[in-house]
């Protein structure tokens, strides 16, 4: 099945002489969640400004659904939703009206019965008459989201979409993600609560300075770049590692009260038990042991990390 969204060599260099995108070359797949990560200024929002036809590209091609954004824009457009980061819309307006004005724009013709599952679905249904100049972030928030759904996208751009909002919001906006799913919305999001993304994603890209770093299978990535630790408790401390222990991928912790073991859980060999018996052949004691796994925020800081320290060496 072909992707959904297509990106080829995608570059965007403002008038400032600031490239915001060096080549980027990404493939969506239909149907799915994908978390696109990246720290503040890494490019994600130029990117989905570009797809959405908000920014030109300065080099490049994109299609989304088929259509290319620039050639066949109006098509393009027409299949994709997007969630911004900015509460802009206009204030006097009554919900209903700006919602119904957002499906219009897209030449459709009306459809009171979609409008009003899009406002039940997210709990705007009683705000239908109230101005937005009277409703909370919250809920400015959900108008964003219905005024985005309002023409019945293929593909839906959430830029942040939970920043700045309560716990129940964010719980009702992955429950409404997850149900669009399954109705086949392809769903693009970027966030800064990695955890959102470890839950709901079924793919990552990690960008940083414009250049994309990394996309993976969410439980591939995890499992490539996750370590998994296994921490021992000793009765006494230790020093320092006793030669026997040489060449292990071990550490001393917490002033010598703990000895960290990391290993490949995916490994035939975790190697666990040939350490557990060289302790009891050094006579080593320990009083407790846990094991622990890398979260995808710490995976993501990593990539980052040395995405960057790359950069910086090419450009000394």
């Keep these: 099945m072909p992707p959904i969204i297509s990106v080829q060599n995608l570059t965007k260099t403002y008038a400032s002489g600031f490239q915001a995108l060096k080549g980027i070359?990404?493939?969506?797949?239909?149907?799915?969640?994908?978390?696109?990560?990246?720290?503040?200024?890494?490019?994600?929002?130029?990117l989905i400004s570009v797809i959405c036809g908000i920014v030109?590209?300065?080099?490049?091609?994109?299609?989304?659904?088929?259509?290319?954004?620039v050639r066949?824009?109006?098509?393009?457009?027409?299949?994709?939703?997007?969630?911004?980061?900015?509460?802009?819309?206009?204030?006097?307006?009554?919900?209903?009206?700006?919602?119904?004005?957002?499906?219009?724009?897209?030449g459709k013709p009306p459809n009171p019965a979609h409008l009003e599952k899009v406002l039940r679905d997210l709990s705007l249904w009683d705000k239908r008459d109230s101005k937005i100049l009277a409703l909370s972030g919250g809920m400015k928030r959900r108008v964003l989201i219905a005024k985005a759904l309002a023409h019945e996208p293929r593909i839906l751009f959430l830029d942040e979409p939970t920043a700045g909002v309560d716990v129940e919001?964010?719980?009702?906006?992955?429950?409404?993600?997850?149900?669009?799913?399954?109705?086949?919305?392809?769903?693009?999001?970027t966030t800064?609560?990695?955890?959102?993304?470890?839950?709901?994603?079924?793919?990552?890209?990690?960008?940083?300075?414009?250049?994309?770093?990394?996309?993976?299978?969410?439980?591939v990535l995890m499992r490539k770049l996750g370590k998994k630790q296994l921490t021992l408790v000793l009765q006494e401390p230790l020093a320092h590692l006793p030669e026997g222990l040489a060449g292990l991928p071990l550490e001393l912790a917490g002033d010598?009260?703990?000895l960290v073991y990391t290993f490949d859980a995916q490994g035939?060999?975790?190697?666990?038990?040939?350490?557990?018996?060289?302790?009891n052949a050094l006579g080593i004691d320990f009083k407790d042991l846990h094991s622990s796994e890398s979260s995808l925020e710490e995976i993501f800081v990593s990539l980052v990390h040395s995405s960057t320290s790359r950069g910086q060496g090419a450009g000394a």
């Design 56 to 69: 030109n590209a300065s080099s490049g091609t994109v299609t989304a659904d088929g259509h290319d954004i």
């Design 25 to 46: 070359d990404l493939e969506i797949r239909r149907g799915e969640i994908f978390a696109l990560l990246g720290p503040n200024g890494a490019g994600k929002t130029t």
């Design 192 to 219: 800064h609560y990695i955890e959102e993304a470890e839950e709901m994603a079924d793919r990552i890209g990690v960008i940083n300075h414009g250049e994309l770093v990394l996309v993976e299978d969410k439980h």
């Design 72 to 106: 066949d824009y109006r098509a393009a457009r027409g299949k994709i939703g997007l969630v911004p980061q900015e509460l802009s819309t206009d204030a006097f307006e009554s919900v209903w009206a700006t919602v119904r004005f957002s499906r219009g724009l897209f």
């Design 169 to 189: 919001l964010r719980h009702d906006m992955w429950q409404m993600v997850r149900g669009l799913r399954e109705q086949g919305v392809t769903i693009i999001l």
């Design 268 to 279: 035939e060999a975790t190697g666990i038990a040939p350490l557990l018996r060289q302790l």
């Design 256 to 258: 010598g009260s703990a």
